[in-house]
T-cell receptor
Framework: GENVEQHPSTLSVQEGDSAVIKCTYSDSASNYFPWYKQELGKRPQLIIDIRSNVGEKKDQRIAVTLNKTAKHFSLHITETQPEDSAVYFCAASVSSTNKLIFGTGTLLAVQP | KAGVTQTPRYLIKTRGQQVTLSCSPISGHRSVSWYQQTPGQGLQFLFEYFSETQRNKGNFPGRFSGRQFSNSRSEMNVSTLELGDSALYLC????????????FGSGTRLTVV
């Protein structure tokens, strides 16, 4: 069935370092890959997304890369700040189904 | 522009009861999806509505149902509540109905005792 694996489950970095979170999806028909940030007690917020016709997308300190052949996609955060501390979720969907399959989340802790 | 509004924010119910949760999407958004979030299972898709029609359903028992009204507001109902139904229920809306750019509400925290 549809599945998204996400690693690592926890990640601790020093302020200013980079952080990388990786996801693998199983459904080769998936064509939309969003990333959500969820702070404690708050709603998930879309931070960046990528469609399957693009290999990389960047928005300031955040970038996402997609390898369709390997069915991998990754989130890269550069120059991390304490306010980046949160749980990050990757997701994959076949856009026509309107159904997001989420990874299990990565707790990112940025140490000042 | 107001965001996705979910009511109530918190609910405590007893096993066997039923509950109805409400979601008002962003104005102009016609697609509403519901997700269950638990520490053990993460975020799991319940169902999605577009223009009052359920287009997709996740792997949840028939006790979980929903509907969407002509103004795009959506309700989710859970009957015969079980302890395992305790979770944060999130709804998300999208304008295009193509699975892109969903915006989540703050959720309803349901506790079943």
């Amino acid at each position: 069935g549809e599945n998204v694996e996400q690693h690592p489950s926890t990640l601790s970095v020093q302020e200013g370092d980079s952080a990388v979170i990786k996801c693998t999806y199983s459904d080769s028909a998936s064509n939309y890959f969003p990333w959500y940030k969820q702070e404690l007690g708050k709603r998930p917020q879309l931070i960046i997304d990528i469609r399957s016709n693009v290999g990389e997308k960047k928005d300031q300190r955040i970038a996402v890369t997609l390898n369709k052949t390997a069915k991998h996609f990754s989130l890269h955060i550069t120059e991390t700040q304490p306010e980046d501390s949160a749980v990050y979720f990757c997701a994959a969907s076949v856009s026509s189904t309107n159904k997001l399959i989420f990874g299990t989340g990565t707790l990112l802790a940025v140490q000042p | 522009k107001a965001g996705v509004t979910q009511t109530p924010r918190y609910l405590i119910k007893t096993r066997g009861q039923q509950v109805t949760l409400s979601c008002s999407p962003i104005s102009g958004h016609r697609s509403v999806s519901w997700y269950q979030q638990t520490p053990g299972q993460g975020l799991q898709f319940l169902f999605e509505y577009f223009s009052e029609t359920q287009r997709n359903k996740g792997n949840f028992p028939g006790r979980f149902s929903g509907r969407q009204f002509s103004n795009s507001r959506s309700e989710m109902n859970v009957s015969t509540l079980e302890l395992g139904d305790s979770a944060l229920y999130l709804c998300a809306s999208s304008s295009r109905g193509e699975g892109y750019g969903y915006t989540f509400g703050s959720g309803t925290r349901l506790t079943v005792v």
